[in-house]
């Protein structure tokens, strides 16, 4: 049931699109992170972790809902939810940021 919910007259009615074709529909493209010197993609967090502590982050420990990395050598702080399910493309992107020509974000 696809379809655009309409406001007239003081009333609320659902108008559907009966002709939800290919055309019609956007494709969502799942992003990835990409750790570019071996082109790998990050699958876990751990993944990620080798590669920020191989960078010289340092894992902060002050906010027990997010995992932190702080780099000594600089004010950046790279803050990431807790729970991966909620790991979106705006943290893949504050990675890539702070680190540059060492990770990019990629369409699946």
């Not at 529909?25 to 990050?42: D, F, G, H, Q, W």
């Not at 932190?68 to 990675?95: E, G, V, W």
Request: hydrophobic residues 40%; without cysteine.
């Amino acid at each position: 049931m696809s379809g655009v919910w309409v406001f007239k007259n003081g009333v609320i009615r659902l108008v559907e699109n009966t002709r939800a074709d290919e055309t019609n529909i956007v494709k969502a493209k799942r992003k990835v992170l990409v750790y570019t010197p071996s082109n790998e993609v990050i699958t876990s967090y751990s993944h990620l972790q080798q590669h920020l502590y191989a960078l010289g982050w340092e894992r902060y420990y002050k906010e027990p809902h997010l995992l932190q990395f702080h780099k000594a050598s600089t004010i950046h702080l790279i803050s990431l939810p807790n729970d991966s399910s909620r790991f979106k493309s705006m943290h893949m992107y504050d990675i890539v940021v702070k680190n540059r020509n060492m990770f990019l974000v990629r369409d699946m």
